[in-house]
């Protein structure tokens, strides 16, 4: 193999060093633009798949974008952000922690909303009732919601230990990880409500247990009403994702796809539509809860006082950008997720598009410190 001309190494050498002194004076820039003599009163709102991390993998330039945020930078100063994500399944506290791990940038539970987060709000209505929570891998939802404070939630597998029948292509599980403290004879203790924390990780089980249920008599498990034109069990859902991104080259279904098979499923057998109840983006309950966490993580009165601005950067249009337009946060759209156009959302379309999170986060500084010289 030959090795190339010195003059040529040189000429190589040299520019690489010219781009990297650019990228320096271009941060150096976008850091002095933050002033040092009043605290900014603008905040980040970040999803977390697509934007922060893919599967289990970081996403190159989150952790330059967080460490910025958090003071990493000549004026010491931090700028108040939150985790607001469809996803969960496990507490604020253990996503927290997963995520800081991931970034290596220090993540602190009460910056972290997930989808069913704002659903610690139903606990006062249900803490004494018994409520059937899905979704998630082995018993955390089930560990969430009793810390949310359902105190008689119960879970599928409860139900299949009760009466293995009740899902037959599958024997009830003995792994001790997967079961509750529940002991219920479901033909006398009725189902109250029905809340999805999660997305379901058996399809089957969890359709036929939650249309039981949806379609007993007064909650009865193995019963079914006469008359299907008023529905007796409410039912929640923690997020409407129809697709999520991961680190597989093509989104993947999310739990929206599984509530319009839920759908479909109780409008086949009843001839009545199912009315259910939605948090997460885009709904506008979950933006209402993030406004409430941001309050909390405001350093001084005069930030309360003064109307914020806060920018939503997600990757899927549908939830993330129609979202945070709805609410009227400013929406920003990046391209390491669900979304990869070339250009805008025609659907959804965001007020800021950029390539990445680092992108997105230093353009928007220069626009709101710009605007207050």
Excluded at 139 to 167: L, Q, T
Excluded at 179 to 189: G, N
Excluded at 216 to 236: A, F, M, N
Excluded at 238 to 244: C, K, P, T, V, Y
Aim: glycine share 6%; net charge positive.
């Amino acid at each position: 193999m030959k090795r190339l001309p010195s003059s040529l190494l040189n000429i190589m050498t040299s520019i690489v060093g010219t781009t990297f002194r650019i990228r320096q004076t271009v941060r150096q820039y976008f850091f002095r633009s933050i002033s040092t003599t009043s605290r900014p009163n603008y905040a980040f709102a970040f999803d977390i798949d697509g934007v922060l991390i893919k599967g289990k993998r970081p996403i190159l330039e989150a952790t330059r974008a967080l460490k910025l945020l958090n003071g990493d930078n000549p004026s010491n100063r931090t700028i108040p952000f939150v985790l607001l994500t469809n996803g969960g399944g496990v507490t604020e506290e253990e996503k927290a922690s997963q995520i800081s791990k991931l970034v290596n940038v220090k993540i602190d539970p009460k910056q972290v909303i997930l989808a069913h987060s704002p659903m610690k709000s139903l606990a006062d209505k249900y803490k004494d009732k018994r409520v059937l929570i899905v979704g998630g891998q082995k018993r955390n939802c089930y560990d969430v919601a009793k810390k949310y404070g359902f105190k008689e939630a119960v879970v599928p597998n409860d139900i299949m230990h009760w009466n293995n029948s009740s899902w037959p292509y599958s024997t009830a599980t003995s792994d001790l990880d997967m079961l509750t403290d529940s002991a219920i004879d479901f033909e006398k203790s009725p189902i109250h409500a029905v809340m999805v924390f999660h997305d379901t990780f058996d399809w089957g089980r969890d359709l036929q247990i939650m249309l039981d249920a949806l379609c007993s008599k007064d909650g009865i498990l193995g019963t079914r009403k006469d008359d299907y034109s008023v529905q007796d069990v409410p039912l929640y859902w923690s997020n409407n994702d129809l697709i999520w991104s991961t680190d597989f080259p093509a989104p993947r279904l999310g739990q929206g796809a599984f509530k319009v098979t839920l759908e479909a499923l109780y409008k086949k057998l009843t001839g009545h539509e199912l009315k259910s109840t939605s948090f997460g983006k885009p709904h506008s309950t979950t933006y209402q809860f993030a406004e409430r966490v941001l309050d909390t993580l405001a350093t001084q009165p005069l930030q309360l006082q003064q109307k914020r601005n806060v920018y939503a950067i997600g990757d899927n249009p549908a939830a993330d950008i129609k979202g945070a337009n709805n609410y009227g946060w400013t929406s920003v759209l990046v391209r390491t997720g669900v979304f990869t156009g070339k250009d805008n959302s025609k659907e959804f379309p965001a007020k800021i598009v950029c390539q990445n999170v680092e992108e997105a986060v230093e353009t928007i500084i220069a626009q709101e410190e710009s605007s207050r010289k």
